[in-house]
């Protein structure tokens, strides 16, 4: 088989692929409720007791108040991915808060927050720190 034709195939194939996940609908961004982020939380860190979930307006991140300290979780794709923020940097951003953390996987996230959900949650953090 000539390496043109089965190139086109793999491009064909990977492109048909994408387009039936995308049209089935499993291409969507995940929405997280209390709920559906206790349950991500407890996927990435089996075994902690979650205190309070504060999930974001848009849904697409929460806020973990768990025992072994302040969290985040996020909408990647159709999954999710957790993160203490204990050694995060935590800073305001124009449209909401932007998380460094010192984890080469997860660099830095930022986060869409309406003006009172970012002073809501920079308090929340903050209270969570002073009290480790």
Do not use: Q
């Not at 048909?16 to 209390?34: C, D, F, M, N, P």
């Not at 909408?75 to 984890?103: C, I, K």
């Amino acid at each position: 088989m000539p390496l043109e034709l089965l190139l086109a195939l793999v491009a064909g194939g990977i492109a048909a692929i994408a387009a039936i996940l995308h049209l089935s609908g499993r291409s969507e961004r995940a929405v997280l409720t209390a709920e559906t982020a206790r349950a991500a939380w407890l996927r990435h860190c089996p075994g902690d007791s979650i205190r309070n979930v504060r999930p974001a307006a848009d849904g697409h991140a929460a806020l973990i108040a768990a025992r072994s300290g302040a969290g985040l979780v996020w909408a990647f794709g159709a999954g999710t991915v957790a993160r203490h923020l204990s050694a995060a940097e935590v800073s305001p951003s124009p449209n909401g808060l932007r998380f460094d953390f010192n984890d080469f996987s997860a660099p830095s996230l930022s986060l869409t927050l309406t003006a009172a959900e970012r002073e809501h949650w920079l308090a929340l953090i903050a209270a969570a720190r002073a009290a480790a």
